[in-house]
């Protein structure tokens, strides 16, 4: 695609609102799904099989007329119909970068907005999803962070988000073709709006939904979870979701993170290492990915470069050098290329892998840290957000 092709927008028609009253079957866990099915007359000795069909249609098919889910019989059909719905998130925007990437701006129940990016790649196509509207961590480089946290979102919620990128991408397969081998969504990080492990049972929810056999199947390995540091909660994400762990890390004392990551004065970098060090023996992961931002003066010297190989020291890991992706009143600059290309010669002779992240959908604020509601945006005026930011 050009990379000066215009930005497109527009509102998808497609009815995606949940209907007031009735519980959402999209989110359920298939425990959950079982108990709601018998709630609502299903015998018990057929229960486990329907969780299975309807399952299959939903996750597989991409179904969501109950209608059409013609293995089951039609009386049964009305009846989930009378007790169930099939919703999404209500998608508002959705935006086209000049690179590929998409943008979506989805309406969740009480009219909160979130947003969520599709990034293509040669080699995979990865969707980054929000865990929360807002977020309560205040990072200072983080244009998201600006926003206050409002809510966690559900698990129908988390999981919806993949569902609408699927569906806007045309990947649900169709009956009577051949299997398609080829993924246009492959993987998916939980690095947008909001901090996974501060809502830790609906991302456990809506992952597991997301790597089970008979739907998605996406593999664990192909999930990656980004946390700032909730040191409690990392051992739970090795025992109960085993995917991926990438870390906010983008500093190298704790003087300097306490001011990037506030949460590091909970819990500082000595608690947050030792967490990790156990990390990949407990989820069988290959290895921990290092998020580093790279600030102007601020993070990006020799001297932390080294530092970080000392700190990294015995976790098998790759660090990812992320140049700053600037906003409007953000308190920094991003650091010179020659400087970038510096840091990261430090580290991949240190034996790391230091892949510099090239930015993405930065012409529709869909780069990272930049994601923040677009109507939030729209109410306030650069003076404003620059004063929340701290400056």
Not at 19 to 32: F, I, Q, S, Y
Not at 59 to 83: C, E, P, Q, S
Not at 119 to 143: A, K, N
Not at 183 to 207: C, H, K, Q, T, W
């Amino acid at each position: 695609m050009d990379a000066q092709a215009p930005i497109t927008q527009d509102v998808l028609t497609i009815p995606r609102k949940a209907a007031e009253g009735l519980p959402n079957l999209v989110g359920m866990t298939r425990d959950g799904m079982r108990d709601a099915l018998i709630a609502a007359g299903t015998p018990e000795k057929q229960a486990k099989m329907r969780v299975g069909q309807i399952w299959q249609w939903v996750y597989h098919w991409g179904v969501r007329d109950f209608a059409k889910m013609t293995n089951l019989a039609k009386d049964y059909r009305a009846m989930l119909a009378d007790n169930f719905v099939v919703a999404l998130p209500e998608v508002v925007t959705r935006q086209v970068s000049g690179d590929g990437t998409r943008k979506y701006l989805v309406r969740i129940a009480g009219g909160h907005e979130v947003e969520v990016v599709y990034i293509p790649e040669t080699d995979r196509g990865t969707l980054c999803i929000s865990s929360q509207v807002g977020c309560t961590l205040t990072c200072s480089f983080c244009h998201t962070g600006t926003q206050k946290l409002v809510r966690n979102l559900t698990a129908a919620e988390i999981i919806g988000q993949v569902l609408v990128a699927r569906d806007d991408l045309g990947e649900w397969p169709v009956q009577g073709t051949p299997k398609d081998e080829v993924r246009l969504l492959s993987n998916i990080v939980l690095m947008g709006m909001g901090e996974p492990l501060y809502n830790f049972e609906n991302v456990r929810d809506a992952m597991k939904i997301a790597m089970d056999p008979d739907g998605i199947q996406l593999s664990r390995r192909r999930i990656t979870l980004s946390t700032s540091g909730v040191v409690p909660e990392i051992a739970r994400t090795a025992q109960e979701i085993g995917c991926q762990l990438a870390i906010s890390f983008h500093a190298t004392t704790d003087e300097v993170r306490d001011k990037l990551v506030p949460i590091n004065k909970r819990w500082p970098l000595a608690d947050l290492l030792d967490a990790l060090r156990t990390y990949p023996k407990v989820s069988n992961s290959e290895r921990i990915t290092f998020e580093y931002v790279m600030l102007d003066g601020v993070n990006d010297s020799d001297a932390d470069a080294h530092r970080l190989i000392k700190l990294i020291d015995g976790i098998p890991a790759k660090i990812n050098l992320i140049p700053f992706n600037e906003w409007p009143g953000a308190p920094y600059k991003r650091s010179s290329n020659n400087r970038i290309r510096a840091f990261a010669d430090i580290i991949y002779k240190a034996g790391y892998a230091s892949p510099i992240r090239t930015p993405r959908g930065e012409d529709i604020m869909a780069a990272c840290g930049q994601l923040k509601s677009a109507t939030e945006r729209a109410r306030k005026s650069k003076a404003q957000i620059a004063q929340e930011a701290g400056l």
